[in-house]
């Protein structure tokens, strides 16, 4: 099935002869009793062998018991949560009076369906859409962070969960050297933004903790997970086991439950048939249910292949592993969680053509602004276009390794099965069933680091309309306005205004495409079943869109186009600013913040340089050049000084605005403040240091500028390049114009400004001044084990190299360099010669003679002697004529009687000089251009040596 439907929802598939919570023995007669709990609703999804599936509504109550609501069927849900209006976990029931819990069966007993509400939000408390997470709303909906999961080993009347707590404990977070279990698949997986922690208590041990409960496995799981959940309170003195901890695992024993495993949507229950809890791929599924990830599948399959059946990624069929398979999420999936999201793209009416690399190569080194994880277009359902590189965490992928992946799932960031629709392999390519959308592989590169794909995506789609002049939003709202909410965003998905029911006017927005959106948290628009409200979106004077009977949300996209026809993504930022204070909606807003210019925030303390992880050590290649720091600074001014300018775009209430420069010493350089109507505002100084400062915004109201009173922003700019931008803070924020990109810090080495060792690692620099022949020189530093740390060899000649390394400080090096020739580069071809420093120590210096080659022990002594290279083709080796060959010549009459040896090298004629000067004939050939070391006057033999 195909609708947004946040559900509670089964992995895998479940025995034909049984449902959840319909497996059991009835433990003596029929055990009623009034319903007097709080009831949330979570909706269950069961898939069977046979490829079909049901649907039934649970209720959840405060102390973690869950029932069965007999009176629910699948019209029900399908009409109150398969657009979205509720979100499982987040709606209370409301029986009739006589409505009866029955223990027996674990099902609730009622005469009609429930009610459906949310405290405190609507008019029959729904809940604002805005207040829903990528990641749902339990814990906030964050899709980050760190969560404490408890897992529960379950002993029963007949039988016990067959894992011990320690094999659980390894199985889920490592403890005694798993190499994959759910913290270290979710840590990987997310670079560090998500991470599962065991859970700590009394009672609790690894994580994992033991129950007993009454019941048997022929129970079922619905009659033992009840008995769990009054085991946990009882044990830890809690009214719910999500007090524990932030994810709550049930590991069954075996045979209780006729499925594999399940979990909550947007809760903190999972439940798993014995063995499953302890298989990764099982475990990393079903919390990926907690966290409103909804399943991948195939439509080309049938059955529960079209629900299961995308084995690119863990939301499809899960494995029966316990160290594998090691891959992570799909494109959809990965998009909505946002792990990825400066990797990402949203591709324009203009398309795209560029690399995607794999999400394993995400934060490799080499990897350059332009490469993307993600490219997604956006037309009547979501495409996501994808390199699903077969290495690293997701070298286990089981589907389309090495290939371009084209994805499919409904509008937006909730809860929606994706399909996986395409496998491209180069020169492959696919087009949407429309025909508006086509990707096609221009090449796949896996010998580069990193693996690149290069793509084309195509739109076809017709842009929408295009409006001259400034953009207003007018709202007329129903008596229920609290329900009502816009917003504007750009192609990228960038919020650029937003507001409630009071609307906007005058919003400026440059050249480019936009979707402005209306939002009912109700779901039934604001016309006309409580009131006659009404919305119109404006350009220039044209009504764009109008209305007011729309379900959850209408949106229409829109082209502003004052200079020429938008031809790309419109920047985040206002380009020029509102014309006037926006126009009041129907009711103000709340009380303005002082009106007189507010107090200052406290005085910024110094700024501190963000820390970030320490390099890989050691690093592996050295640079041919010293190592510079990489900076983004803007050109320098041609004043002498630099340019630094504050752009101010005030909210709805600027009096509680204000700002400030300052320098390292916290001395004020610039400030601003005192605003009085809605408005943009500039200051500028020229400075001589402006990477020392740090800018500072306050709001004496503690909502900063944007966006619920306006869109204010703010903009910092140094020589018309912008370092600083944003808008959204609470009371104060300080940032620094300049962050280094150096972990460490920077330093000057040899006159250049390179970074900083970590504090663990020295710096190896290597010195070395070439002959004539540079292209026979190479070195290499090694460990003492022979792992290859740095390399290096040479093209020009006669001239002075320097390189530098970062390495571990506590182990011993070797350090060796060849020359292919045998006659080192000292002293019959030249005046070579090198050094080699530790932190700025010399501790080797050589006059370059050295033959084939030498070594030297660095920072200590290796046990065993590496051995020095030969040449490649070593000439007295050689005893036939034919194999003579390069750099070799045979001398004598024949095989028989000569021999090979090394060439001797062939200098310039005494008339080289003057050929290279004056240009008069020479008795070979005068060379004249390449490197001034070549010019001169060669023979021809001499001549195809050198090319």
């Not at 609708?3 to 009623?32: C, H, I, W, Y």
């Not at 609290?482 to 609307?503: C, M, P, Q, R």
């Not at 095989?895 to 060439?903: A, E, H, Q, V």
Request: aromatic share 8%; glycine share 10%; with cysteine.
């Amino acid at each position: 099935m195909k609708f947004a439907l946040p559900l509670f929802l089964a992995s895998v598939a479940l025995d034909s002869a049984t449902v959840l919570g319909e497996k059991n023995t009835l433990r003596g007669r029929r055990q009623l009793k009034k319903l007097d709990d709080t009831c949330i609703a979570s909706i269950v999804d069961v898939e069977y062998e046979d490829g079909t599936d049901d649907e039934f509504m649970t209720c959840e109550t405060s102390s973690g018991k869950s029932y069965k609501v007999k009176a629910v069927d699948n019209a029900f849900i399908k009409k109150n949560f398969g657009n979205g209006k509720f979100i499982s976990g987040e709606v209370e029931l409301e029986f009739d009076k006589e409505a009866m819990i029955d223990e027996s069966t674990a099902e609730i007993i009622s005469k009609s369906p429930p009610g459906l509400s949310i405290n405190g939000y609507g008019h029959n408390g729904r809940k604002l859409q805005s207040q829903v997470g990528n990641c749902g709303t339990y814990l906030g909906g964050s899709c980050a962070g760190t969560r404490t999961v408890l897992v529960v080993r379950v002993i029963a009347v007949d039988k016990a969960t067959t894992a011990s707590e320690s094999e659980l404990s390894d199985s889920v977070f490592g403890t005694s050297g798993d190499s994959l279990n759910l913290k270290s698949w979710y840590k990987q997986c997310s670079y560090n933004q998500l991470n599962f922690i065991p859970a700590e208590r009394t009672g609790i041990n690894g994580g994992v903790t033991t129950v007993t409960v009454p019941s048997s496995s022929t129970d079922g799981d619905s009659i033992m997970n009840n008995d769990v959940a009054e085991a946990l309170n009882a044990k830890f003195s809690v009214s719910s086991p999500n007090q524990i901890a932030n994810h709550v695992m049930y590991c069954l024993p075996a045979g209780t439950m006729s499925g594999l495993a399940y979990a909550n949507v947007n809760n903190w229950r999972t439940v798993y048939s014995d063995n499953w809890c302890t298989y990764v791929s099982a475990q990393a599924h079903e919390i990926g249910h907690n966290l409103m990830l909804a399943h991948s599948g195939d439509p080309a399959g049938t059955g529960s292949q079209a629900i299961y059946g995308d084995k690119s990624g863990v939301m499809g069929f899960s494995q029966t592993q316990d160290d594998g398979p090691g891959m992570c999420f799909n494109a959809p999936k990965n998009w909505q969680l946002g792990w990825y999201d400066d990797k990402q793209i949203v591709v324009s009416f203009d398309g795209w053509e560029g690399n995607l690399i794999g999400l394993s190569d995400y934060e490799n080194s080499n990897v350059v602004p332009e490469d993307m994880v993600i490219a997604k277009v956006d037309l009547n359902e979501s495409y996501y276009v994808s390199f699903n590189r077969k290495t690293g965490i997701n070298s286990g992928t089981l589907e389309g390794g090495n290939l371009v992946l084209v994805h499919s799932r409904e509008l937006g960031t909730g809860y929606e099965t994706s399909d996986i629709l395409a496998y491209l392999n180069s020169g492959g390519s696919y087009s949407s069933p429309d025909s508006n959308f086509r990707v096609t592989v221009n090449s796949i590169d896996l010998t580069s680091n990193p693996a690149r794909a290069n793509v084309k995506i195509e739109r076809f789609d017709t842009p929408p309309p295009c409006y001259t002049g400034t953009a207003s939003v007018f709202i007329n709202p129903d008596p229920y306005r609290g329900e009502t909410s816009w917003n504007l965003k750009d192609e990228a998905e960038n919020v650029i205004a937003s507001g409630d029911f009071t609307g906007k006017s005058n919003i400026e927005l440059p050249d480019g495409y936009y979707i402005f959106s209306i939002i009912d948290s109700y779901g039934d628009g604001i016309c006309c079943a409580y009131g006659n409200g009404s919305y119109a979106l404006d350009v220039g004077g044209t009504v764009v869109k109008e209305g007011g009977e729309f379900g959850s949300i209408e949106s229409t996209p829109f082209g502003i186009c004052n200079n020429v026809s938008p031809t790309a993504a419109p920047t985040n930022s206002p380009t020029s600013s509102p014309t006037a204070a926006p126009t009041p909606g129907p009711t103000p807003g709340p009380t303005p913040g002082p009106t007189n210019q507010p107090t200052p925030g406290p005085t910024p303390g110094p700024t501190i340089a963000p820390t970030s992880s320490p390099t890989t050590s050691p690093t592996k290649a050295p640079t041919s050049s010293p190592t510079t720091a990489p900076t983004n600074s803007p050109t320098a001014s041609s004043q002498g000084c630099d340019t630094v300018q504050v752009k101010i775009i005030t909210d709805n209430f600027p009096a509680e605005t204000s700002w400030q420069l300052t320098d390292s010493n916290s001395v004020v350089v610039l400030s601003g403040g005192g605003y009085t109507t809605p408005d943009t505002y500039t200051g500028e100084v020229c400075v001589d240091d402006w990477k020392s400062l740090s800018f500072t915004i306050m709001d004496s109201f503690g909502d900063g500028i944007c966006c619920k009173y306006g869109s204010g922003s703010y903009t910092v700019t140094v020589n018309d390049n912008t370092v600083l931008s944003g808008g959204e803070f609470l009371s104060a924020v300080t940032k620094p114009l300049y962050t280094s990109p150096c972990d460490y810090g920077e330093e000057v080495v040899g006159g250049e400004i390179v970074c900083q060792c970590a504090p663990t690692e020295m710096r190896i620099a290597v010195a070395l001044t070439t002959d004539r022949y540079p292209q026979e020189t190479s070195w290499s530093i090694t460990t003492c084990d022979g792992d290859e740390l740095g390399a290096k060899s040479y093209i020009d000649g006669s001239a002075d190299h320097t390189d530098l390394i970062c390495v571990p400080d506590n182990v011993a090096y070797r350090f060796q360099i060849n020359d292919t020739y045998g006659d080192g580069i000292c002293c019959n071809y030249g005046l070579g010669k090198y050094q080699i420093s530790i932190d700025g120590t010399e501790v080797v210096s050589s006059s370059g003679e050295f033959g084939s080659g030498e070594a030297h022990d660095l920072n200590g002594a290796c046990a065993a002697n590496i051995a020095i290279s030969d040449p490649p083709l070593k000439c007295s080796s050689v005893t036939r004529k034919q194999d003579c060959l390069g750099i070799c010549e045979w001398v004598g009459n024949g095989t028989k009687d000569g021999k090979c040896t090394l060439k001797p090298k062939e200098e310039p004629s005494p008339k080289c000089a003057a050929c290279s000067s004056t240009g008069q004939e020479c008795c070979g050939t005068c060379v004249n251009n390449g490197p001034e070391w070549m010019h001169g006057c060669y023979s021809t033999s001499k001549i195809s040596l050198l090319t």
